[in-house]
DNA sequence: GCTGTGATCTATGTTTACTAGAACAAGTAG
DNA sequence: CTACTTGTTCTAGTAAACATAGATCACAGC
């Protein structure tokens, strides 16, 4: 699996990889204990800086997604199976939430369609079931 | 009505009054045809430069959500009673929804549990019926 | 004419994003 | 033990973004 890097969006390209992370992890791609590749190689490949690429993955440290050692690399720290999320997650997620949602609001989407929206792409990352196989990931 | 600006927030200034404005249309506070202060009367009641209304102000109108016209200010330009969205939009409000979405899946919450909360936001902006009373609404 | 409005131009300072190099420490393989 | 890979941290630089500031213009209403 390689993270599809948009070098020329607004979207900066920590966030880009970041966020390609976490839609592997809900999407099963990268369950938990899956490895991601070092942070130089991923720079290596992708052709930027590792700095930029230890700022993605610092960041997801931080959010508890990843663990980063010198013995394993990069390796998800979580995933859905892996328990209910912290009370800041929540709370911060909502108020994003809150405004992602109003925008759909203003633009003229009806309750009904934003919901069934919001349905249909957690149904892309796989059915609410049973926990993934715990077989080993890569993005490389 | 005011808008709560935190001046130490990471957000930046002008996406707050951009995301507060668009919650008060979401929300019916501010339909179409309300009236917003002048970007310079809210830099002044805010204690912010009036550069940093303009740009909010000037990314609401880019959107289609705001008409700035030297003869009424500042006007809701439409809200959820104004027909659907641009397709353009959709697509991008969707890139954004499925990131957003997969992060509380990632950090454990379940399909229903997501679908709930999206559900009590959406609720809380208002009922899905009938468009607001037209009585113009204001920031000021 | 005066006042208030949005719009536009130039300029400055601070913060963020991204890049770069160097170095250190920990761990692994030969 | 050596060489290599790994994450981590420090310093430094450039470009872009954010916020500020002042000035000016055109338009509208009184």
């Given at each position: 699996?390689?993270?599809?890097?948009?070098?020329?969006?607004?979207?900066?390209?920590?966030?880009?990889?970041?966020?390609?992370?976490?839609?592997?992890?809900?999407?099963?791609?990268?369950?938990?204990?899956?490895?991601?590749?070092?942070?130089?190689?991923?720079?290596?490949?992708?052709?930027?800086?590792?700095?930029?690429?230890?700022?993605?993955?610092?960041?997801?440290?931080?959010?508890?997604?990843?663990?980063?050692?010198?013995?394993?690399?990069?390796?998800?720290?979580?995933?859905?199976?892996?328990?209910?999320?912290?009370?800041?997650?929540?709370?911060?997620?909502d108020?994003?939430?809150?405004?992602?949602?109003?925008?759909?609001?203003?633009?003229?989407?009806?309750?009904?369609?934003?919901?069934?929206?919001?349905?249909?792409?957690?149904?892309?990352?796989g059915?609410?079931?049973?926990?993934?196989?715990?077989?080993?990931?890569?993005?490389?």
């Open positions: 699996m390689i993270i599809p890097l948009v070098l020329t969006s607004e979207i900066p390209i920590y966030q880009q990889i970041h966020d390609r992370v976490v839609e592997g992890i809900a999407s099963g791609t990268l369950p938990v204990g899956a490895s991601l590749p070092s942070i130089r190689a991923l720079a290596a490949d992708s052709g930027i800086n590792f700095h930029t690429v230890n700022k993605a993955y610092d960041l997801l440290r931080q959010e508890g997604l990843l663990h980063l050692t010198r013995k394993h690399g990069a390796v998800i720290a979580r995933d859905h199976t892996s328990g209910p999320p912290h009370q800041d997650f929540v709370a911060d997620w108020t994003r939430a809150r405004t992602l949602l109003a925008e759909a609001r203003a633009h003229g989407l009806s309750h009904g369609d934003i919901l069934d929206r919001c349905q249909a792409l957690l149904t892309a990352f059915v609410d079931g049973p926990p993934s196989a715990p077989a080993s990931g890569s993005l490389a």
